[in-house]
């Protein structure tokens, strides 16, 4: 992998871990056996975003043998008071390892496994960021009332506001 763009995918993962940090939940994305797509609400467990995202759901659940059927998943932020959407592509695979578990287990999650975090039906999702599409607008009030205010003066709507879509795939350089 060449500097840069090891530099330049870090910088990426930073800007996306700001951006999705304290939006808890996602709405993540599999295919059905029939091939359409369905959307379902999943709490992100609280880790530092280093290019993973984890859920947690249980073993017998449609979307574990979706993904198992079909590893391409999407995961959906939505953050309407910072202004900023995130849209994650990638690779999920289930997570049995009970150290994992462990390791992201939260009081919460005792409401959908009341076994705790040795019930048998827990397991997680892990979803290996491929690439991502986000935008990024002014939060505040006042940073909104500008925005509106400077797009309706020079017709362009982006300009306040920040969107890109990066690969997060790790790269190897051409030469090795």
């Not at 073993?59 to 043998?65: G, L, M, P, R, T």
């Not at 009332?145 to 020079?154: I, S």
């Amino acid at each position: 992998m060449s500097d840069r763009h090891a530099t330049t995918r870090a910088e990426h993962i930073r800007k996306l871990a700001e951006l999705i940090k304290g939006v808890d939940i996602a709405m993540l994305t599999t295919r059905k056996a029939d091939g359409s797509l369905v959307s379902r609400p999943l709490g992100t467990q609280e880790v530092e975003f280093d290019g993973d995202l984890w859920f947690a759901t249980g073993a017998d659940s449609e979307k574990v043998a979706e993904i198992q059927a079909d590893p391409r998943v999407n995961a959906a932020y939505a953050s309407k008071g910072s202004n900023s959407y995130v849209s994650v592509a990638g690779t999920a695979t289930i997570v049995r390892d009970r150290a994992k578990i462990d390791e992201l287990w939260s009081p919460a999650m005792k409401i959908f496994f009341p076994g705790g975090k040795d019930d048998p039906n827990l397991v997680l999702i892990r979803v290996r960021a491929e690439s991502a599409e986000y935008w990024d607008g002014p939060g505040s009030i006042f940073g909104k009332a500008l925005y509106l205010l400077v797009a309706g003066v020079t017709g362009e709507a982006g300009s306040l506001s920040d969107q890109a879509t990066i690969d997060l795939k790790p790269h190897r350089d051409a030469a090795a």
